[in-house]
């Protein structure tokens, strides 16, 4: 790729991330800290009452990060957002955003939640004194599905931070935390 066809992607790329985001971020923000508190906890009790194992997580756990709804969308550009709330022994301790923009071969716009279990002070701590978690730098993060569900128990989790994604609704070809920017923000 030579100067000018880079230049030009990274102009084509300042300019579309923002509008992207501009167009996903008014439909994923939380009204106030007490309508965020209230759909983060409907929305891990919605979690524990389908796994099991996100429950048993739930109580090991340091710290739970709750994004209860994050809106995704894209065409060739895209990106998402999402308001969360960081429980500590089961009350909110802390608001975050999580942020995130790719573009490739995608269409379409869906809409999701995401828990993160920080199961050790370590990654608790990386969170509440980092300006910034870049999902896939730092703690370790291992996503949950229904495979990796099935071997885990409480002698089994070793990993710093585990993800569960859940109530996917929409269509978009992808869905992935991976780069996802976990910033904390005043409510």
């Keep these: 790729m030579n100067i000018i066809q880079s230049a030009s992607l990274s102009l084509l790329l300042g300019i579309a991330t923002p509008v992207s985001l501009a167009l996903v971020s008014p439909v994923a923000a939380a009204a106030s800290a007490e309508d965020l ?32 709804n994050v809106v995704k969308a894209g065409l060739i550009f895209g990106g998402s957002y999402g308001e969360g709330v960081l429980l500590k022994n089961g009350a909110a301790n802390g608001y975050f955003n999580s942020v995130s923009a790719s573009w490739g071969l995608q269409a379409g716009a869906q809409s999701f939640g995401y828990v993160l279990f920080l199961m050790n002070e370590k ?17 370790n993060v291992v996503v949950v599905n229904e495979g990796v569900a099935k071997s885990l128990t409480s002698t089994t989790l070793t990993g710093d931070t585990y993800a569960f994604i859940f109530d996917q609704q929409g269509l978009m070809a992808s869905l992935s935390i991976e780069g996802s920017k976990i910033t904390p923000i005043k409510r």
Excluded: H
């Design 37 to 68: 508190n209230r759909s983060a906890n409907q929305a891990l009790d919605k979690l524990y009452r389908s796994n099991p194992v996100a429950a048993a997580m739930g109580k090991q756990a340091s710290g739970i990060l709750v994004f209860p």
């Design 123 to 139: 990654s608790l701590r990386y969170l509440e004194t980092s300006q910034g978690w870049e999902v896939g730098v730092g703690p």
